[in-house]
C-alpha cells in the first residue's frame, strides 16, 4: 500500500488511546497529555480498564466500549497485546494506528519479529494502516493532533519531517520550537512494518500545506517504492535528506573489486541525487537548506560573487566555497567599472568584493545592485563584521531595500556576531532572505542551491540517442554464462567474461587460451607480438597479487619459461587452488590511455549498482569512484564522470589528447543495459579500461554469476528500466505498419515535432489549450517517466525517410496502483485510420496486465471523436459535476475489454 487511508492517521475526527495511563512520566500518560492538549477539535478516548478518568476525561475499559469508531488508534500496551488490539480495532473499523511500543524485533528478536507480523497480517484486510512499531508517534500541529510523548508541542508550519529515530525527533523538535520553526507534519515512522518513507513523501508531495520535506534516514525498505516517490515528490517541492548509520560490512563482503568499492552509503547518495533530492551531513545544513531551498530561490548557474565589509570573512567564505565544489565568479570587467565609480578606490577590485571596514548602508547598497547587473553572476553572498564605524542593522536596511527594488539574482547573507547581528537577521527572516551564521555555513546554502539543481537538471535533460550505436547479443552472452552456472560455477573465467563484453559491443584485447607451458608458448607465437601472460583458475580472484600475470613477453620461449615459472610458484602458494591453464594475449597499445574501473555490484537494498573510476592495481587505496544507479542514459554517464578526480586526467594536457568520454560513456550505457538484460550478472568488473582519443579497450574482465531473476524483479534495479519487451508491430486501416514502443526521454524532439504536426484544434482538444508548439518544461515531463507508475506508448513509422511519431497514449497511476489517468493523441492527418484505437487498447492490455482496476480521463464534451471511441472500448460517461463543459470517462479493467466496433 502507499498513501492509502493516510487521512486516517493524519487528519483525524476522533483519536482513541489504547494503553492510556495516570503513571507519572509513563509514556501512557505522556501521550495521553500531549493529546488532550494539543487543540484538537474532536474526541479523545482513553482505554485503560483500570482508571475510571484520565485527564478529566471518561475512561473506557476496552475498545468494545468505545461510543464511536476511533478514526486513529494510538497503542501503547505491552507487545504481545498488539495482535489482538489490532484485530478489535479492525472489527470495530479503525482505518489508523500508530504503535508506539518497542519489541517487535529490534536487533535479532525473532519472536518480536513474528508478532508485528501477525499484527499486519490482521490488519491487511481491514486496509489499516499502522505506522511504527517502535517509533515517538505523529504530530500534525495545523489539525491539533500530538500523539507523540514529546515534551512540547511543535509550532504549526508548512515544512514536514520523518525519522525513524525518536530521539532525532525530540532534538529537531525542541530545537527548532526555540527558532520559532513550525512543522506540517512530524512524523516518527519507527520500524516502518507498513508506512514507510516511500508512503510518506507520496502523502506529503500532495499536501498543499507542506512547503519542504526533511528527512532522517538511517534505512529504505522498498528501493522501488523510495525511488519513485522521491522523484514524484522532488519534482514538486524541496525534498532534503540527512542520511546516517553508514555500513560498511557489505562492501568487505564482496568478493570483486566493485563490490568492495560499492560501500552503502555511496549507493544512498547515488540514490538521493538520482530521485532528485538534497543530501545534507547534520542537523544545521538540515535546516539552513531548508531556509534556502523553501524560500523558492532558485540559481540559474553555479558562480557566487562575494560582497563583504572585512576582507578576512571574504577569504574564509571563498575558502568554504572552493572546499565544497563552488565556483567564484569571474566579474564582468563593465561590472569593475561601475564598481570603481561607487565605491573608495580601496576596494579589492575583483570577487570578493571588499567595500572596506566603515561601508555605510549606502556603500552596500551601491554594490548589491552593481553585482545583481553583473552578467558573469547567478548569486550574491552579502557578509557582514560587526564594526564600530558602521551601523550593522543600517547596512542589512540597505540590503532589503535594495532587493525590494530588484533581485536580479538570488542573494544569501551573513551578519557575523550576535547583538546588531541578531536584530539583522530579524529583519532578513522578516523578509524571506536567507540568512547565516557563519560565512562557512552561508557558502554551504550556496552550494545546497547548486546541488539542488545539478539533481533537478538530471531529472529532466534530454539525452541523445544511442539506440543506433549498438545491438547486445544477448542470447550468445546467455549462453557463456547458463554453460557455467551448468558447470556449478559462479566465477566466469577471464575468457568467458571477455566473451560476455564482446557480446555487448565493448572491445577487448584479444585472448587466447592454453592449457599447459608449451601451448602459451604456440599461442605467443601465433599472436607473433608482446603478450601479457595469466593464469587461468577459477579460485584465483586477483591474478596480480598472487603473481599470476606476467607483462610484455616478447618471445614465445620466454612465454615458455614464465608459464612453467608461474605454475610452479601457485601450485606451491595455492595447492587447492584448480589452475585450468593460461590466457596469452596481444600487449595493448593504446598511447594517452588512461585506466579506468567499470563495474556492477548488487546493493542488498537497491539492487544492481553501476560503478566507475581510475582503475589499475591500486583501485582499492586510491579511492576514486562514484556509483550509480541503473538504468543509465549519455546525460547521466557523462554526469557521472564528473564526479571523480581522473576526470580531469581524462581531459587534454600538453602533448596528451583528451579521452573519447562518448566512448567511456557508452561502455557504461552497454553496461547498464547488461543489468537489464542478465539478472544472472551479480557482479562484473572491468579493471583495467583502457581508455583514449582512439576508444576503449577492456584488458581484464571479471564477472560473478547467479542463477536469474524474475523478469522486472524489484531485487535487480530500483528504478525500473525501459521495458523493451513491450515493443511489438502493428497494421492500421490503411495497411501501413507502426512500431509501438515504450517512450524514452531520446523521444523529446520527436514529440515536440509530432504537436507541431497537429492543428491548433486538435492540440486544444489534448491539451485544454491551442498550442503552436509544446513547451520544452511539458515534453520533458512527458517524455522523461517513471515506468514503475507510467507507461506512454508511442507509435513510429517512417515518413520521408525519417523515424517520426504519429500517435502517444499514457496512463499515470495513483502510488496504489489502483487507478490511472490515461490520455492520448494521433498526428492530425492520422485521424481515422484506426491508430488511436490500437494504441489505447495496448495501454489498456498494459494497465490491466500492472493490476490496474480503473482507467479514467475527462474529455472535453465537444470532442464527439474521442467520446466516441470511449463509448465503443466500454468506458462509462458522466458530466463533471464542477465543469459542465468536461465529460469524465472511466472504464472498469476488472471487466472484459469491449471488442472492435
Given at each position: 500500500?502507499?498513501?492509502?487511508?493516510?487521512?486516517?492517521?493524519?487528519?483525524?475526527?476522533?483519536?482513541?488511546?489504547?494503553?492510556?495511563?495516570?503513571?507519572?512520566?509513563?509514556?501512557?500518560?505522556?501521550?495521553?497529555?500531549?493529546?488532550?492538549?494539543?487543540?484538537?477539535?474532536?474526541?479523545?478516548?482513553?482505554?485503560?480498564?483500570?482508571?475510571?478518568?484520565?485527564?478529566?476525561?471518561?475512561?473506557?475499559?476496552?475498545?468494545?466500549?468505545?461510543?464511536?469508531?476511533?478514526d486513529?488508534?494510538?497503542v501503547?500496551?505491552?507487545?504481545?497485546?498488539?495482535?489482538g488490539?489490532?484485530?478489535?480495532?479492525?472489527?470495530?473499523?479503525?482505518?489508523?494506528?500508530?504503535?508506539?511500543?518497542?519489541?517487535?524485533?529490534?536487533?535479532?528478536?525473532?519472536?518480536?519479529?513474528?508478532?508485528i507480523q501477525?499484527?499486519l497480517?490482521?490488519?491487511?484486510?481491514?486496509?489499516?494502516?499502522?505506522?511504527?512499531?517502535?517509533?515517538?508517534?505523529?504530530?500534525?500541529?495545523?489539525?491539533?493532533?500530538?500523539?507523540?510523548?514529546?515534551?512540547?508541542?511543535?509550532?504549526?508550519?508548512?515544512i514536514?519531517?520523518?525519522?525513524?529515530?525518536?530521539?532525532i525527533?525530540?532534538?529537531?523538535?525542541?530545537?527548532?520550537?526555540?527558532r520559532?520553526?513550525?512543522?506540517?507534519?512530524?512524523?516518527?515512522?519507527?520500524?516502518?512494518a507498513?508506512?514507510?518513507?516511500?508512503?510518506?513523501?507520496?502523502y506529503?508531495?500532495?499536501?498543499?500545506?507542506?512547503?519542504?520535506?526533511?528527512?532522517?534516514?538511517?534505512?529504505?525498505?522498498?528501493?522501488?517504492?523510495?525511488?519513485?516517490?522521491?522523484?514524484?515528490?522532488?519534482?514538486?517541492?524541496?525534498?532534503?535528506?540527512?542520511?546516517?548509520?553508514?555500513?560498511?560490512?557489505?562492501?568487505?563482503?564482496?568478493?570483486?573489486?566493485?563490490?568492495?568499492?560499492?560501500?552503502?552509503?555511496?549507493?544512498?547518495?547515488?540514490?538521493i541525487?538520482?530521485?532528485?533530492?538534497?543530501?545534507?551531513?547534520?542537523?544545521?545544513?538540515?535546516?539552513?537548506?531548508?531556509?534556502?531551498?523553501?524560500?523558492?530561490?532558485?540559481?540559474?548557474?553555479?558562480?557566487?560573487?562575494?560582497?563583504?565589509n572585512?576582507?578576512?570573512?571574504?577569504v574564509?567564505?571563498?575558502?568554504?566555497?572552493?572546499?565544497?565544489?563552488?565556483?567564484?565568479?569571474?566579474i564582468?570587467?563593465?561590472?569593475?567599472?561601475?564598481?570603481n565609480?561607487?565605491?573608495?578606490p580601496?576596494?579589492?577590485?575583483?570577487?570578493?568584493?571588499?567595500?572596506?571596514?566603515d561601508?555605510?548602508?549606502?556603500?552596500?547598497?551601491?554594490?548589491?545592485?552593481?553585482?545583481?547587473?553583473?552578467?558573469?553572476t547567478?548569486?550574491?553572498?552579502?557578509?557582514?563584521?560587526?564594526q564600530?564605524?558602521a551601523d550593522?542593522?543600517?547596512?542589512?536596511?540597505?540590503?532589503?531595500?535594495?532587493?525590494?527594488?530588484?533581485?536580479?539574482?538570488?542573494?544569501?547573507t551573513?551578519w557575523?556576531?550576535?547583538?546588531?547581528?541578531?536584530?539583522?537577521?530579524?529583519?532578513?527572516?522578516?523578509h524571506?532572505?536567507?540568512?547565516?551564521?557563519?560565512?562557512?555555513?552561508?557558502?554551504?546554502?550556496?552550494?545546497?542551491?547548486v546541488?539542488?539543481?545539478?539533481?533537478?537538471?538530471?531529472?529532466?535533460?534530454?539525452?541523445?540517442?544511442?539506440?543506433?550505436?549498438?545491438?547486445?547479443?544477448?542470447?550468445?552472452?546467455?549462453?557463456?554464462?547458463?554453460?557455467?552456472?551448468?558447470?556449478?560455477?559462479?566465477?566466469?573465467?577471464?575468457?568467458?567474461?571477455?566473451?560476455?563484453?564482446?557480446?555487448?559491443?565493448?572491445?577487448?584485447?584479444?585472448?587466447?587460451?592454453?592449457a599447459?607451458?608449451?601451448?602459451?608458448?604456440?599461442?605467443?607465437?601465433?599472436?607473433?607480438?608482446?603478450?601479457?601472460?595469466?593464469?587461468?583458475?577459477?579460485?584465483?580472484?586477483?591474478?596480480?597479487?598472487?603473481?599470476?600475470?606476467?607483462?610484455?613477453?616478447?618471445?614465445p620461449?620466454?612465454?615458455?619459461?614464465?608459464?612453467?615459472?608461474?605454475?610452479?610458484?601457485?601450485?606451491?602458494?595455492?595447492?587447492?587452488?584448480?589452475?585450468?591453464?593460461?590466457?596469452?594475449?596481444?600487449?595493448?597499445?593504446?598511447?594517452?590511455?588512461?585506466?579506468?574501473?567499470?563495474?556492477?555490484?548488487?546493493?542488498?537494498?537497491?539492487?544492481?549498482?553501476l560503478?566507475?573510476?581510475?582503475?589499475?592495481?591500486?583501485?582499492?587505496?586510491?579511492?576514486?569512484?562514484v556509483?550509480?544507479?541503473?538504468?543509465?542514459?549519455?546525460?547521466?554517464?557523462?554526469?557521472?564522470?564528473?564526479?571523480?578526480?581522473i576526470?580531469?586526467?581524462?581531459?587534454?594536457?600538453?602533448?596528451?589528447?583528451a579521452?573519447?568520454?562518448?566512448?567511456v560513456?557508452?561502455?557504461?550505457?552497454?553496461?547498464?543495459?547488461?543489468?537489464t538484460?542478465?539478472?544472472?550478472?551479480?557482479?562484473?568488473?572491468?579493471?583495467?579500461?583502457?581508455?583514449?582519443?582512439?576508444?576503449?579497450?577492456?584488458?581484464?574482465?571479471?564477472?560473478?554469476?547467479?542463477p536469474?531473476?524474475?523478469?522486472?524483479?524489484?531485487?535487480?534495479?530500483?528504478i525500473?528500466?525501459?521495458?523493451?519487451?513491450?515493443?511489438?508491430?502493428?497494421?492500421?486501416?490503411?495497411?501501413?505498419?507502426?512500431?509501438?514502443?515504450?517512450?524514452?526521454p531520446?523521444?523529446?524532439?520527436?514529440?515536440?515535432?509530432?504537436?507541431?504536426?497537429?492543428?491548433?484544434?486538435?492540440?486544444?482538444?489534448?491539451?485544454?489549450?491551442?498550442?503552436?508548439?509544446?513547451?520544452?518544461?511539458?515534453?520533458?515531463?512527458l517524455?522523461?517517466?517513471?515506468?514503475?507508475?507510467?507507461m506512454?506508448?508511442?507509435?513510429?513509422?517512417?515518413?520521408?525517410?525519417?523515424?517520426?511519431?504519429?500517435?502517444?497514449?499514457?496512463?499515470?497511476?495513483?502510488?496504489?496502483?489502483?487507478?490511472?489517468?490515461?490520455?492520448?493523441?494521433?498526428?492530425?492527418?492520422?485521424?481515422?485510420?484506426?491508430?488511436?484505437?490500437?494504441?489505447?487498447?495496448?495501454?489498456?492490455?498494459?494497465?490491466?496486465?500492472?493490476?490496474?482496476?480503473?482507467?479514467?480521463?475527462?474529455?472535453?464534451r465537444?470532442n464527439?471523436?474521442?467520446?466516441k471511441?470511449c463509448?465503443?472500448?466500454?468506458?462509462?460517461?458522466?458530466?463533471?459535476?464542477?465543469?459542465?463543459?468536461?465529460?469524465?470517462v472511466?472504464?472498469?479493467l476488472?471487466?472484459?475489454?469491449?471488442?472492435p466496433?
Amino acid at each position: 500500500m502507499s498513501v492509502r487511508n493516510l487521512d486516517y492517521l493524519f487528519k483525524p475526527k476522533s483519536i482513541a488511546v489504547i494503553g492510556a495511563s495516570k503513571r507519572p512520566q509513563s509514556v501512557g500518560a505522556v501521550l495521553s497529555h500531549n493529546l488532550f492538549n494539543a487543540g484538537f477539535d474532536g474526541p479523545v478516548m482513553p482505554v485503560n480498564p483500570h482508571e475510571q478518568s484520565i485527564e478529566a476525561t471518561l475512561c473506557y475499559p476496552s475498545i468494545a466500549d468505545l461510543p464511536i469508531t476511533p478514526d486513529l488508534a494510538v497503542v501503547v500496551t505491552p507487545p504481545k497485546s498488539v495482535p489482538g488490539v489490532i484485530a478489535e480495532l479492525g472489527e470495530r473499523g479503525t482505518k489508523g494506528v500508530i504503535v508506539v511500543t518497542a519489541g517487535f524485533g529490534e536487533g535479532e528478536d525473532d519472536g518480536g519479529k513474528a508478532l508485528i507480523q501477525q499484527a499486519l497480517d490482521i490488519a491487511k484486510p481491514h486496509l489499516m494502516r499502522i505506522i511504527g512499531p517502535n517509533c515517538l508517534g505523529i504530530m500534525v500541529p495545523g489539525h491539533g493532533v500530538n500523539a507523540s510523548f514529546v515534551h512540547i508541542n511543535p509550532l504549526p508550519g508548512n515544512i514536514a519531517f520523518l525519522t525513524q529515530s525518536g530521539a532525532i525527533a525530540t532534538s529537531v523538535v525542541d530545537w527548532a520550537t526555540y527558532r520559532g520553526i513550525g512543522f506540517s507534519h512530524m512524523v516518527s515512522l519507527g520500524n516502518m512494518a507498513d508506512v514507510d518513507f516511500g508512503d510518506m513523501l507520496d502523502y506529503l508531495a500532495a499536501d498543499p500545506n507542506t512547503r519542504a520535506i526533511l528527512m532522517y534516514i538511517e534505512s529504505v525498505t522498498e528501493a522501488r517504492k523510495f525511488m519513485s516517490a522521491g522523484r514524484a515528490a522532488a519534482r514538486i517541492k524541496p525534498v532534503i535528506v540527512l542520511k546516517a548509520g553508514r555500513n560498511e560490512a557489505a562492501a568487505k563482503a564482496a568478493t570483486s573489486h566493485t563490490g568492495a568499492l560499492a560501500g552503502s552509503d555511496a549507493v544512498y547518495d547515488a540514490a538521493i541525487r538520482r530521485a532528485g533530492m538534497l543530501r545534507v551531513f547534520t542537523m544545521v545544513q538540515l535546516f539552513d537548506a531548508v531556509e534556502t531551498l523553501a524560500t523558492g530561490m532558485r540559481i540559474k548557474g553555479e558562480r557566487l560573487s562575494i560582497l563583504t565589509n572585512g576582507g578576512g570573512v571574504g577569504v574564509l567564505a571563498t575558502e568554504s566555497l572552493i572546499d565544497a565544489g563552488g565556483t567564484l565568479a569571474d566579474i564582468a570587467p563593465e561590472t569593475i567599472e561601475k564598481l570603481n565609480a561607487v565605491l573608495p578606490p580601496t576596494w579589492s577590485k575583483g570577487n570578493p568584493v571588499d567595500i572596506i571596514g566603515d561601508a555605510p548602508g549606502s556603500r552596500y547598497s551601491a554594490a548589491l545592485e552593481g553585482l545583481l547587473e553583473d552578467p558573469n553572476t547567478d548569486a550574491v553572498l552579502v557578509l557582514n563584521c560587526p564594526q564600530a564605524i558602521a551601523d550593522s542593522v543600517e547596512a542589512a536596511d540597505a540590503v532589503v531595500e535594495t532587493l525590494s527594488k530588484r533581485r536580479a539574482a538570488p542573494v544569501l547573507t551573513n551578519w557575523l556576531g550576535e547583538g546588531a547581528a541578531a536584530d539583522a537577521r530579524k529583519l532578513f527572516a522578516k523578509h524571506r532572505i536567507p540568512t547565516y551564521e557563519t560565512p562557512g555555513q552561508a557558502a554551504t546554502a550556496f552550494m545546497h542551491l547548486v546541488d539542488y539543481k545539478r539533481n533537478q537538471e538530471l531529472l529532466l535533460q534530454t539525452p541523445p540517442s544511442v539506440a543506433e550505436l549498438f545491438d547486445p547479443d544477448v542470447d550468445r552472452a546467455r549462453a557463456v554464462i547458463h554453460k557455467a552456472l551448468d558447470e556449478g560455477r559462479e566465477v566466469l573465467t577471464e575468457p568467458e567474461a571477455k566473451n560476455v563484453l564482446d557480446a555487448y559491443a565493448i572491445p577487448v584485447v584479444r585472448t587466447l587460451v592454453a592449457a599447459n607451458p608449451e601451448a602459451a608458448a604456440k599461442c605467443a607465437e601465433e599472436i607473433g607480438k608482446p603478450v601479457a601472460l595469466k593464469i587461468l583458475s577459477p579460485d584465483i580472484t586477483h591474478k596480480s597479487d598472487k603473481g599470476g600475470v606476467r607483462l610484455n613477453l616478447g618471445t614465445p620461449d620466454e612465454v615458455h619459461w614464465a608459464a612453467a615459472r608461474m605454475l610452479a610458484n601457485l601450485t606451491a602458494l595455492e595447492p587447492d587452488a584448480r589452475i585450468e591453464g593460461f590466457t596469452v594475449q596481444e600487449m595493448a597499445k593504446m598511447p594517452g590511455a588512461r585506466e579506468l574501473i567499470l563495474g556492477i555490484a548488487e546493493d542488498p537494498i537497491f539492487g544492481a549498482v553501476l560503478l566507475f573510476g581510475r582503475g589499475g592495481t591500486q583501485v582499492e587505496v586510491v579511492q576514486d569512484k562514484v556509483i550509480a544507479l541503473p538504468p543509465l542514459n549519455m546525460v547521466l554517464a557523462r554526469e557521472m564522470m564528473t564526479r571523480t578526480r581522473i576526470y580531469k586526467e581524462m581531459q587534454a594536457y600538453r602533448n596528451v589528447k583528451a579521452v573519447d568520454l562518448d566512448a567511456v560513456a557508452l561502455t557504461m550505457i552497454k553496461l547498464s543495459q547488461m543489468v537489464t538484460d542478465l539478472t544472472e550478472v551479480e557482479e562484473l568488473d572491468i579493471n583495467p579500461l583502457f581508455a583514449s582519443d582512439a576508444g576503449v579497450l577492456a584488458l581484464d574482465a571479471r564477472i560473478k554469476v547467479r542463477p536469474p531473476l524474475a523478469k522486472g524483479s524489484p531485487r535487480r534495479t530500483a528504478i525500473r528500466p525501459v521495458p523493451h519487451w513491450l515493443k511489438k508491430t502493428e497494421t492500421i486501416e490503411d495497411g501501413r505498419q507502426f512500431l509501438l514502443r515504450p517512450i524514452v526521454p531520446e523521444d523529446l524532439p520527436l514529440i515536440q515535432e509530432m504537436v507541431s504536426r497537429c492543428t491548433t484544434e486538435d492540440t486544444r482538444l489534448r491539451f485544454f489549450a491551442p498550442l503552436k508548439e509544446l513547451p520544452m518544461s511539458a515534453a520533458q515531463r512527458l517524455t522523461q517517466i517513471d515506468y514503475d507508475r507510467e507507461m506512454a506508448m508511442v507509435a513510429v513509422g517512417k515518413e520521408d525517410g525519417e523515424a517520426r511519431i504519429f500517435g502517444v497514449v499514457r496512463i499515470t497511476a495513483d502510488p496504489d496502483n489502483e487507478r490511472a489517468e490515461y490520455a492520448v493523441m494521433v498526428r492530425s492527418d492520422m485521424k481515422g485510420n484506426g491508430l488511436g484505437w490500437k494504441l489505447m487498447q495496448e495501454i489498456l492490455d498494459y494497465a490491466r496486465g500492472r493490476g490496474i482496476r480503473e482507467v479514467f480521463g475527462e474529455v472535453l464534451r465537444e470532442n464527439r471523436t474521442m467520446l466516441k471511441m470511449c463509448s465503443e472500448l466500454g468506458f462509462h460517461q458522466a458530466i463533471h459535476p464542477d465543469e459542465p463543459r468536461m465529460v469524465d470517462v472511466t472504464v472498469d479493467l476488472t471487466k472484459p475489454l469491449a471488442p472492435p466496433a
